[in-house]
């Protein structure tokens, strides 16, 4: 097993707020199969809004791997209504969508956006939202258009507007992070002059469960993000680690060591009603409920080096999953229940794989570089990740089925730690 601190604060991130004024960076490596070639018109009166909306639908679409950009400019006059479009135009460009649609101000510094997205082989409209916000929510409704384009044109939910949490490292200082899936908008939840580490979204979006060293030892917290109220959660005799939710939001699974070795037991949220879940003399760590709140899979050296092994959340036989190599841990639900993401040791390299529950076939995701803390994201087709460039964590994703990749950059210190949050309802 690596070095437990090492391994809790070994996780990397991203992206950074706008608000700090850091330039991001997006690399795409790859491509998606098929991917839709799609036209992203400029919204009517948009050019009066601090940032174009467009550019926004844009870089989250093609950003994603599976949609291609076609040019939409050049044109006499933008449409905003379907019955302005002129399909053979978009048809000679090679669009299949269209997107078009109009910004108008309203009083009390409101906005009326609207969008349309419109079948171009068919010359039909798919979808058609209206939205009346503020200056400020202006950059979540681009991302929530975003979503719904990308649900109607591929049957999977988007994730644009969900959020995503991190551990940045400046110094002697480290920060949880809370910000939009995109890094824009980042905001500090906790600042510490200790390490924090494994932070884990509630279902509901509204709480991060955590690690903090500032007693001097770890102990499991967590705190709202509305009331930003914490309550200790595990705070036994030696170490309390890796908290993970369950799915109904009542009980976490958290790693203690207050009777011997690390072994993995169940509390609920408050705190109130500890359970033993393991009773093994190995290291079992880094739990993770099923969707359906029905298994636990975690990391075990009880058969002599690390793999990956699932029980029953009320307890009993634990069974192992992972056979291919020496190493394989920090293993993650994907949100369908059917697979689940590791890392797995390969020569030198750690890197991201995938293994389907029912085949128990693996599929290698990353192939280079020191990976660590996979994270699905909640349509289960991206893979939030940490890698380390010379000496510095980054965040990076891959698709699911391994043909996308992308890298995000930005000069702000270490970033460790990922975690993709759920789809919010708040947003």
Not at 306 to 323: C, D, H, K, S, W
Request: proline content about 6%.
């Amino acid at each position: 097993m690596p070095n437990p601190i090492r391994t809790l604060l070994f996780c990397a991130l991203l992206l950074i707020a706008a608000s700090a004024r850091a330039q991001l960076k997006i690399d795409i490596i790859g491509g998606g199969a098929n991917q839709i070639p799609i036209a992203i018109a400029a919204l009517k009166g948009e050019n009066t809004l601090p940032q174009r909306i467009t550019d926004i639908i844009s870089a989250d679409l093609i950003r994603s791997g599976l949609f291609k950009s076609v040019d939409a400019g050049g044109l006499p006059s933008v449409p905003s209504e379907p019955q302005e479009v002129q399909y053979p135009v978009w048809t000679a460009r090679g669009a299949d969508a269209l997107m078009i649609g109009s910004v108008t101000a309203l009083s009390g510094g409101q906005w009326d956006v609207r969008f349309r997205l419109l079948d171009v082989p068919k010359q039909q409209q798919l979808v058609a939202y209206n939205y009346q916000v503020s200056t400020e929510q202006l950059r979540t409704t681009a991302h929530q258009i975003a979503d719904a384009i990308y649900e109607k044109l591929t049957g999977d939910p988007g994730v644009f507007s969900t959020r995503i949490t991190y551990v940045v490292k400046r110094g002697a200082r480290y920060e949880l992070q809370v910000a939009d899936a995109d890094g824009f908008g980042a905001q500090p939840v906790l600042v510490s002059n200790e390490p924090i580490i494994s932070p884990s979204w509630s279902p509901d979006g509204a709480s991060i469960a955590y690690v903090s060293f500032q007693t001097k030892k770890p102990v499991v917290y967590i705190q709202s993000l509305t009331t930003t109220q914490r309550t200790v959660v595990a705070n036994f005799k030696g170490s309390n680690s890796s908290p993970a939710w369950s799915p109904d939001g009542r009980r976490l699974a958290v790693v203690l060591t207050k009777d011997g070795s690390s072994q993995i037991y169940l509390v609920n949220a408050d705190g109130s009603n500890l359970v033993r879940l393991t009773n093994s003399r190995a290291i079992d760590t880094e739990p993770n409920f099923s969707p359906d709140g029905q298994w636990i899979i975690f990391t075990s050296d009880r058969g002599g080096s690390p793999q990956i092994y699932r029980m029953p959340v009320n307890g009993g036989n634990a069974e192992r999953l992972t056979f291919d190599g020496s190493y394989n841990v920090s293993p993650r639900y994907a949100p369908d229940g059917k697979s689940f993401v590791f890392i797995q040791r390969n020569g030198n390299r750690f890197n991201v794989a995938l293994e389907d529950i029912s085949t128990k076939q693996v599929q290698l995701l990353t192939d280079d570089g020191i990976d660590e803390s996979p994270s699905f994201a909640p349509n289960g087709r991206i893979v939030l990740y940490a890698s380390e460039v010379r000496g510095r964590g980054i965040l990076a994703a891959v698709s699911s089925d391994g043909r996308v990749r992308q890298r995000f950059t930005v000069d702000i210190g270490d970033v460790r730690e990922p975690a993709w949050g759920p789809i919010w309802k708040g947003h």
